[in-house]
């Protein structure tokens, strides 16, 4: 079953750091863009990061400079280092991934589909 399962949410003080993790499963022919979003409550869901399959990132203004993204190709995988965290930061973090599904019984690609995770928390406070 193709899927997206996030970790690493949490409470965490102001100007402390944490790391959140996505994995990507099932059959999956390639990635794409790999992304992390977030939703505050009362808020809309936005994009906070991105990187290409070559590792090409882009940022929110909002972040730039404290959060770092990371992939790794070889294992479907991406990470969100978050530092100097702020408690505007609170917020539930989205993974999701642009790829292609490979067909079944084949190693050819088949589907190109974008894939969430469920989110995780993250809550900033003291």
Same mark, same amino acid.
């Given at each position: ?45 936005? *994009? ?7 590792? @090409? ?5 909002? #972040?730039? &400079?404290?959060? $770092? ?29 642009? *790829? ?7 190693? @050819? ?5 974008? #894939?969430? &995770?469920?989110? $995780? ?6």
């Amino acid at each position: 079953q193709l899927q997206l399962v996030e970790s690493g949410g949490g409470l965490v003080q102001p100007g402390g750091s944490l790391r959140l993790s996505c994995a990507a499963s099932g059959s999956i022919f390639s990635i794409n863009t790999m992304n992390w979003h977030r939703q505050a409550p009362g808020k809309e869901r936005e *994009l906070v990061a991105i990187i290409t399959s070559g590792g @090409v990132t882009n940022y929110a203004h909002s #972040v730039q &400079g404290r959060f $770092t993204i990371s992939r790794d190709n070889a294992k479907n995988t991406v990470s969100l280092q978050m530092s100097s965290l702020k408690p505007e930061d609170t917020a539930v973090y989205y993974c999701n991934a642009d *790829l292609y599904t490979v067909a079944p019984g084949t190693s @050819v690609p088949d589907r190109y589909l974008e #894939v969430w &995770g469920q989110g $995780t928390l993250v809550t900033v406070s003291s």
